[in-house]
């Protein structure tokens, strides 16, 4: 049964899942990713995120809001009518507020074997580290930084 989903990711990491979601027919209702950021040399080139090139290319609504701890982030969260919410890197916290917006809940993939590595660039800190291995969850999102009941996870050698 296709779902109505609302995607948050800004990674390259984030592309296949968006992907996957909207080739297995899964209606995205809406795409959030962070703002483009000036790159180049002098800063001058303005460089969309991965995600919000694939919104673009699906033709799928889209926002960058700064933050998402405002009564209007929770209310245009609500507004949306998806079922559940799917995150990949995507560079922000999700209050309570915006958790409590998706009646299935709001699920995370993350690049790690939680608890170790918890926040950004978990496999490049995986890798200096030294581990020997790592590996991708899923869980369900809580309030607080990757926490949450595990719902997948799967092992990775380094």
């Not at 800063?43 to 919104?55: K, M, Q, V």
């Not at 958790?99 to 170790?116: K, Q, T």
């Not at 309030?143 to 799967?154: F, Q, T, V, Y």
């Amino acid at each position: 049964m296709p779902l109505r989903i609302v995607f948050m990711g800004t990674a390259d990491f984030a592309v296949p899942t968006l992907v996957g979601l909207v080739g297995r027919g899964h209606e995205v209702v809406a795409v959030y990713t962070r703002a483009p950021k000036p790159a180049g040399r002098r800063g001058l080139d303005i460089t969309p995120s991965p995600i919000e090139r694939e919104a673009l290319r699906f033709a799928l609504p889209l926002l960058t809001p700064a933050t998402l701890r405002t009564a209007e982030a929770a209310n245009t969260a609500h507004g949306h009518g998806a079922d559940v919410a799917i995150v990949v890197a995507y560079g922000l916290v999700l209050p309570k507020p915006m958790l409590e917006a998706f009646p299935l809940g709001a699920f995370n993939l993350h690049a790690s074997l939680l608890p170790r590595w918890r926040g950004a660039a978990p496999i490049n800190r995986a890798i200096m580290a030294g581990d020997s291995e790592t590996g991708v969850m899923v869980m369900k999102m809580e309030e607080g930084l990757d926490s949450g009941p595990i719902a997948l996870a799967e092992r990775v050698p380094i």
